[in-house]
């Protein structure tokens, strides 16, 4: 029995699908609708067939395929070698509850079984789509693309995702006037320029405003965006994992199943959107691990002594670490045996004789002797042409045979679809965590996959997975050893590698003045305790630019917080304001780690605000990242406060000075407190002092009565102040 429309309801909004003609199609995602009201919107998306098309029209199910008629971008593609190429299935069995609804349709004549499920999170309201495809025929089925779903878009404004190395997360707008976006991304890993991840919108959408729909691909291997205006005007988005040629083939009786599409629905904007996907990442996707514990402040020794590493040094780098609050001291790349630039070593997995004699042992002793936990860096999919590993098994890495494999920073991907090989990299990886009390590693992945064949098949698809399988065996064997995720920095950050990872490693970037939009985008699908943002020095070794502390803090304020920089060379203001900036930190981290996070709008393109808020109050940032447009700035506007409570407002980091830019400046600004309602704070906002640039104000605020009447003391102590 085929009902003809299920209604999925969660989080304030309800999913209708309607079922017709054999295909699936979903003709409602908004505020939650009632039975009636669910008939009458099925009945309503009935849009005729114009002239010009096949007399049938042309339905745009969840996945249409040219031989239902359908000329848009298909959502799959088969072949076989007797020439078959339509596939048609069509929906024999409905199975719907009241936050999942999964189906069946089969096509006989090409010989395959499809099975779509869908399910909603009662608490966030994000949807999931995922889709199997089993080979049902006699022969081989060939799958040139399998969408994880086909999505109807009902606005036009596409937001999609353009980067490289060290500089992730650049947002690219577009209208979809016509034709077909294809954001196709062929590195094997998540990528620096084409992440599968897009919002559409209302024209104009932004922070706050505008109907969006966010869509992300939960995988960390080759991947197809496509967003598609058809020839009748309508909008489709489709995502799905993308193959070799030829590379995903099943034998009779072999299935598929594509990566999850993970998709949300706001009318507020951005923010709406993120209000739904932190939660959802948090909760669902790491299955809550980052509550259980807060997430420690990290130092990372790479930007401190990159390959140089010696133990006194790293030793005394370590106590001044310790000294700013730092929680967690990691060793990064250049301590394995013969590691002394990126051209050997990697898949020699023990330590350097010459720079350890007496192994890791002394160094991380001394590191938890100073109540610190130790993480180590390994990356472990890879191999140097010069290392002990490859030249015991030069067969190892992923090759086309007679083809000369290009190398990508000097080394090759291991092909971990062979057990003998992801064995051999298991059991070192897990001797050095049974050896030593190490609670964290930072898994780096630095090329992109070219030529991975294994057993002369293409083979991203089984690498991918293979590369999932080794963590989940590392973290099953050792449950309590968190990890990163970092590729060249953000090159893998996804929803799928989250669920087996605990933080990522945003950019290898750290620059403030590039970090602050990176992270700004970043924070739309991730929640911030998972963003790996470390302090550096003041002359940034990338980008050659300067900036003061203050900025430089309060960039990694609102991450998952670090030092990525040798502590030592701060001058005695720089580690007093980094230290209080730990400590503020620690103060709110709560807050920014599990409250709400809020990208604040401000008219001045060359200024970003931030705001961590939860029920008892908020942590607001704002900074000045090019000069300011007008002569004073545009009072800062705040929102996610209760409106009709009080709230005791401070600047935290006032300038010692009455300022010098301003003959003279509002009181707050200066760090007189001040009370007022959520109302006063939403509509009017706070006024703000000028700033130079790279200049910052940050305030605290505190909620000292539920009604707007209450009129409180001052209670912030002033040792909060900045030194
Ligand atoms: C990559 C990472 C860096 C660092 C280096 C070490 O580039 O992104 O953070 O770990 O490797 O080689």
Redesign the pocket.
């Known amino acids: 029995m085929i009902p003809p429309l299920v209604r999925l309801s969660g989080g304030g909004q309800s999913l209708i699908f309607a079922f017709e003609s054999g295909l699936a199609r979903l003709v409602w995602w908004g505020a939650e609708l009632s039975a009636m009201e669910a008939e009458a919107a099925v009945r309503l998306a009935d849009r005729g067939i114009p002239q010009g098309m096949l007399d049938a029209g042309e339905a745009l199910s969840l996945h249409p395929c040219a031989a239902q008629g359908f000329t848009g971008f298909p959502a799959l593609e088969i072949r076989r070698d007797d020439g078959t190429f339509l596939a048609d299935p069509r929906v024999t069995g409905v199975r719907g509850g009241a936050d999942a609804v999964e189906w069946r349709a089969m096509d006989r004549l090409a010989g395959l079984d499809l099975s779509v499920k869908v399910t909603l999170d009662a608490a966030t309201g994000v949807a999931a789509f995922k889709t199997r495809v089993e080979n049902t025929g006699g022969s081989t089925l060939c799958l040139d693309w399998v969408a994880s779903a086909a999505l109807p878009l009902d606005e036009d404004e596409a937001l999609m995702f353009d980067g490289r190395?060290a500089g992730e997360m650049r947002p690219v707008r577009a209208r979809l006037t016509t034709g077909t976006w294809l954001k196709d991304n062929r590195t094997g890993r998540t990528s620096h320029h084409a992440p599968p991840f897009a919002v559409v919108g209302a024209p104009g959408f932004g922070e706050d405003e505008g109907e969006v729909l966010g869509l992300h691909l939960a995988w960390s291997g080759s991947t197809r965006l496509v967003l598609e205006r058809l020839r009748d005007g309508r909008l489709q988005a489709q995502a799905g994992e993308l193959f070799l040629p030829g590379e995903m083939t099943l034998a009779p009786g072999e299935a598929y199943e594509t990566p999850t599409l993970y998709a949300a629905r706001s009318d507020r904007g951005l923010n709406g959107l993120s209000a739904r996907l932190h939660p959802f990442v948090r909760d669902v996707i790491m299955g809550g691990r980052l509550a259980a514990r807060p997430r420690p402040v990290t130092f990372?020794t790479?930007?401190a002594v990159?390959?140089r590493h010696d133990l006194d040094e790293l030793k005394a780098l370590a106590d001044r670490a310790a000294a700013l609050g730092v929680e967690r001291f990691v060793l990064?790349?250049?301590w394995f045996a013969g590691r002394h630039d990126?051209t050997t070593s990697l898949g020699d997995w023990r330590p350097d004789p010459a720079k350890y004699p007496e192994g890791l042992s002394p160094l991380i002793d001394h590191v938890r002797a100073l109540g610190m936990e130790f993480g180590l860096?390994v990356?472990p999919e890879m191999a140097n042409p010069a290392s002990e590993l490859l030249a015991a098994h030069p067969d190892w890495s992923l090759k086309v045979a007679g083809r000369e494999q290009p190398l990508g920073?000097g080394q090759y991907v291991l092909d971990l679809t062979r057990a003998e090989v992801s064995d051999a990299i298991f059991a070192q990886i897990d001797s050095l965590l049974r050896a030593h009390p190490i609670a964290y590693l930072?898994w780096?992945m630095?090329r992109d996959l070219t030529h991975a064949a294994s057993a002369g098949r293409p083979a991203v698809h089984a690498q991918t997975q293979a590369v999932y399988a080794l963590i989940d065996r590392l973290r099953a064997t050792h449950p309590g050893v968190e990890i990163e995720s970092?590729?060249?920095?953000g090159?893998r950050a996804d929803y799928e590698i989250l669920k087996r990872t605990d933080r990522i490693?945003t950019?290898?970037n750290n620059d403030p003045f590039v970090r602050q939009a990176l992270q700004r985008a970043f924070t739309i699908f991730f929640p911030p305790g998972v963003m790996g943002a470390h302090v550096p020095a003041a002359i940034n070794p990338i980008t050659g630019g300067r900036s003061g502390m203050a900025l430089r803090a309060a960039t990694a304020l609102f991450g998952h917080m670090g030092i990525?920089a040798d502590p030592r060379r701060f001058s005695l203001g720089e580690s007093e304001r980094l230290a209080w900036m730990i400590a503020l930190h620690k103060r709110h981290r709560r807050r920014l780690h599990s409250g709400r996070l809020i990208r604040l709008p401000h008219p001045d393109p060359g200024a970003s605000a931030l705001m961590a808020t939860d029920s008892e109050g908020a942590l607001v940032c704002f900074t000045q990242l090019a000069p300011s447009m007008t002569a004073t700035p545009a009072p800062l506007k705040l929102s996610g406060l209760d409106e009709a409570a009080t709230y005791l407002v401070l600047r935290i980091d006032p300038p010692s000075r009455p300022s010098a830019m301003m003959k003279r400046s509002p009181p707050l600004a200066e760090g007189a407190p001040a009370t007022a309602s959520g109302r006063v704070l939403v509509r009017q906002g706070l006024p703000l002092p000028v700033l130079r640039v790279g200049g910052v104000a940050l305030y605290e605020l505190e909620r000292i009565g539920d009604d707007a009447a209450f009129s409180g003391e001052a209670r912030l102590a002033p040792a909060r102040r900045a030194p």
């Open positions: 190395w990372n790479w930007e990159y390959f990064d790349d250049g990126d860096w990356e920073r930072k780096d630095n970092c590729a060249s920095g090159g490693w950019s290898d990525e």
